[in-house]
């Protein structure tokens, strides 16, 4: 018996050869004492599992749980928020103002003084906020930020064979 | 502390639709019906309580923000279960990545001692009570490479097919076959070894 | 009369406030623009075979591509930080973009045939990175980019290589 046969003793116990080759490993065990004696511990080893998944409880209180997962839906949708807000909404509005004639002058005088303030408290407040979207199903995504190099990492991992970035990164050499 | 309950699954689908309406207390409350299966799930893949703990919360959160994506194909606990593994794959990704593969590692890809071992005739776990087994599942899978043990979980705990667990290891299904037989093999091993150790 | 004259003091006023208005729409826009610095990086633990061609430095003019030692290695300085974090020991440069990106407007960069990035200017020092696989949508980043930040994405290539887009704030020189 060699190690592919046994492999292959495998996937007939967890139904996954094709009928033909089904019938072959079939065929082995009824000749094979060895085969059937591989075959029991494979499928005891299955049965115990099955029905025996591991339970563990968790030491922390519900609320306690709960508690760190609300503040962190809820930090993520005040940064969606802040994300979904129209960037230039008040310069719409100042060009409403814009048609008296004087007071638009110091509005517009208004905009080139009071912006640059305003563009470095939100720089301060999203210093930290990062949104990464993972956009297809082909792929998964992680992020993590490397203090030391200033560095903020996503890395994507190619969940099948068929990914977008499969052909997009063998071709970096053959340009 | 307290092993939860099965629940009925007609009981989530109700909490599950407000939640989805945005009733955050409805959500709530399926995290505390389901919190413990969850970090069982991310502790038997992880080994590490902290890290499991991380991970399912983690997972509650993915699972808010994605609460509109569930049409109801599975139940909303396997679907809570397959983010908690994703996220808990995607994990020792990380890890792997910034440590060098190990030697062993490729051994236990390709068999290694596993290829040597006699075959375990008699069921060790005769006679046992089923805590007790439990307890010694639990042990041998922590013994196992993450790996090993990953291919297993998924293949007995959430009954994918080979293919479905390629995809979600990122391998060949013959990669696949060789994990999970090796695995079953060495699980086979060290449950027989217990029992040397303390008779059942 | 008094009225006719009236009249024209406010188009005056009318015209300066347009100017001034103009100007301050202006000063806005080009304090939101920024100039973003795009490497796709390939990441190997091959070394440069110190008898290829142009193996000390940059591609040669003229050369076919395929060695290594055609390739460029990366700055020294980013090539070190992403030693630090990634376990690859070469780096080599396979196309670099600098581009000027204006406020609330997104460019975009193709980085290889299949590979593209499009850079969008948000609020607060913010930039949307999307990044296309064959024309798909892979991943979608929003973070803060200031001077001296760095936004990596990357991935696994074959031949346990990989490969890395870094984005970086290149200081606008007025």
Redesign the interface.
Known sequence: MN?EF??KL??YL?G?LPVREAAEVARTLDEDA?AR??F???R???Q???G?????????S?EF??S???R??RR?EAAEA??S?P??GW?AL?RQW?TP??G??VV??A??IF??PN?IE??D????????????EA??????R?Q?????????????EE????????????? | ????PDRPASEDEKLVKKAQGGD?GAF?EL??RH??KL??RA??MMRN?DD??DL??EA??KG??RLRQFQGGSTFLTWMTRIVI?LC???M??QK?QRTESIEGIEEES?GIE?QMP???V?P?EGLE?GE??KR??RA?GQLSFEHRTA?IL???E?L??KEIA??M?CSIGTV??R??YA??K??AL?AGYNREEPG | MRGWKSQVT?GR??V???L??C???G??AR??DIQVDIQ?I?GTDEKPDANAPGAEGAPEEGKE??GIGE?KPVDPALSS?LK??FKWREYYL??REVVAVAS?QSVRVRL????EVVVRE?????VEVK??????????????L?P???????????NETA?FVVIQRVKLVV
């Open positions: 190690e046994k492999v495998q996937a967890d996954e060895g004696a591989l029991g511990e494979l005891t080893t299955r115990w599992l099955r025996n998944k591991p339970e563990h409880a968790l030491g922390e519900r749980y709960w760190g997962i609300e962190e839906i993520l802040v994300e807000r960037a230039a310069a100042l814009a004639l004087a638009a002058a517009a005088l905009i080139v912006s640059v563009s939100e720089a407040e999203n210093r930290y906020l990062a949104e990464v979207e993972n956009n297809t792929m998964s995504a992680i992020s993590f490397a030391s190099e200033n560095m903020f990492v996503v890395w994507i991992s190619e969940r099948y990914s977008p970035m499969h052909a997009s990164s063998t071709d970096l050499r053959e340009r | 502390m307290s092993l939860q955050m709530e995290v505390a919190r413990d970090y069982a502790l038997s309580e499991a703990r399912s919360q509650w959160i808010w923000q994703n794959l995607d994990q990704r990380k990545r068999g290829r075959v375990v005739e069921n776990t089923r087994l439990r599942i639990d899978l297993l293949h007995e705990f009954e097919e080979y995809k979600r990122e076959m060789s999970l037989f079953r093999r699980m086979a449950m | 406010a006023w009318a300066v406030a347009l001034l208005f100007l301050a729409a000063v806005e304090a939101g796709l390939w591509g395929g390739l930080s630090k974090i396979i196309k609330r290889s045939e299949h590979c948000l609020a607060g020092e913010r990044l296309f696989g064959r024309g798909k949508l892979v991943n979608r980043t929003v973070k803060s200031e001296g930040q760095i936004i990596t994405i990357a991935g696994d290539d074959k490969w």
